[in-house]
């Protein structure tokens, strides 16, 4: 077995470790990979955690968890709303969406929880 220790490709955690002799798995996120199989290299794109820490990718759906007011808007986007079909962006509202009843917006990733 070799003595190298690969980051994980998809956070980037230095605290990897084998888990036979080809596959290596990361403790943080529990992302499992072959370091010499070129297919399972993940996209190095940004990386965005939920507010339970939890790493959400394009497609997703999660829940809100606040009341989030609206600029403009006479309501509050309100607790337990499910929006499905995340993509990802950079930013400060690094979550793009079509919320139910107020169509499409930017979200902040700390507001929500993956389903």
Not at 43 to 49: A, H, P, Q, T
Not at 105 to 113: E, H, I, T, Y
Request: aromatic content about 6%; overall charge negative; charged content about 25%.
């Amino acid at each position: 077995m070799s003595d190298i220790i690969y980051p994980c490709p998809t956070c980037k955690c230095d605290y990897t470790y084998p888990l036979d002799e080809n596959l290596f798995v990361c403790p943080e996120c529990a992302h499992e990979w072959n370091p010499e199989d070129e297919k399972s290299s993940v996209d190095e794109g940004i990386i965005v955690k939920d507010s339970n820490g939890n790493i959400l990718q394009n497609g997703d759906s999660v829940l809100i968890i606040k009341d989030l007011p609206v600029k403009g808007a006479s309501k509050s986007i309100k607790v337990g709303t499910k929006v499905t079909n995340i993509r990802l962006v950079e930013g400060d509202h690094n979550i793009d969406c079509k919320v139910p009843g107020f169509g499409a917006m930017g979200l902040k990733s700390d507001f929500v929880k993956k389903i």
